[in-house]
């Protein structure tokens, strides 16, 4: 065969496999769009087989996998996705969060971390490791890093709220009152905020305004505030 000829092929060969790997791409995320994670999986995997270091399959891989709450499978695509692009945040931010559901804090937190370290004004890396120290109890570990949260995004109700909490947890109750105001100065329909804003309050031995915001947070939906003002209220 000629050189010519056998090279030709090698083009041709190469364009096809190219273009059943974008396929697949395009179709998994046609049933990404339409929520059918289970078929668009299918498609990433069969992406996969065309070319096993394609970096977009693996990331949609790992994204469908989440939203199946097959987490330790999407811990293993991103895990693949991070040794063919080692330098992205974004990819240790996200499996940090599947770690996290699997309840493996200290590994996650070692993720946000590193997301950190890559990209250091990563709101979202920061909220995720200050849930997961939360999580293991290391309320002023989560505290300091809803600290870093807000000073680069101060607009946020549920930061302002879950820092509260951390202040709760360290009995800071004056403290923790004030991140409620704000949170519910940013949002005037977060249930969750008043119901906690009713504790600091009852802790600084204002019961009247305490049942109040209980009141409040149960006419938003929370029903966890109907018994504490039956017991701290009447």
Not at 94 to 117: H, L, N, P, Q
Not at 151 to 173: E, I, M, W
Request: hydrophobic share 40%.
């Amino acid at each position: 065969m000629k050189p010519s000829v056998l090279l030709l092929l090698m083009i041709n060969f190469s364009l096809c496999f190219a273009q059943s790997t974008s396929e697949h791409l395009k179709i998994g995320n046609e049933f990404m769009h339409k929520r059918d994670y289970k078929t668009a999986i299918q498609h990433y995997e069969k992406a996969l087989v065309e070319d096993p270091t394609n970096l977009r399959a693996h990331i949609k891989l790992g994204l469908s996998k989440y939203l199946m709450k097959d987490y330790q499978g999407a811990i293993d695509s991103y895990s693949k996705a991070i040794e063919i692009a080692p330098e992205n945040a974004k990819l240790y931010n996200d499996r940090g969060k599947c770690k996290s559901r699997v309840k493996k804090y200290a590994e996650a937190i070692k993720d946000f971390e590193k997301a950190i370290a890559l990209k250091p004004e990563y709101f979202s890396a920061f909220v995720n490791m200050a849930r997961s120290k939360f999580a293991l109890k290391d309320y002023r570990g989560a505290l300091y890093a809803y600290d870093q949260a807000i000073l680069l995004k101060n607009d946020k109700a549920t930061v302002y709220n879950s820092r509260g909490k951390c202040r709760l947890k360290l009995k800071d109750f004056t403290a923790a009152l004030a991140d409620f105001d704000k949170s519910i100065a940013i949002d005037p329909n977060n249930a969750r905020a008043f119901y906690n804003r009713a504790i600091a309050k009852y802790n600084l031995q204002d019961n009247e305004g305490a049942c109040s915001d209980w009141v409040k947070a149960f006419d938003l939906g929370d029903s966890r505030s109907e018994n504490m003002r039956k017991e701290y209220c009447y």
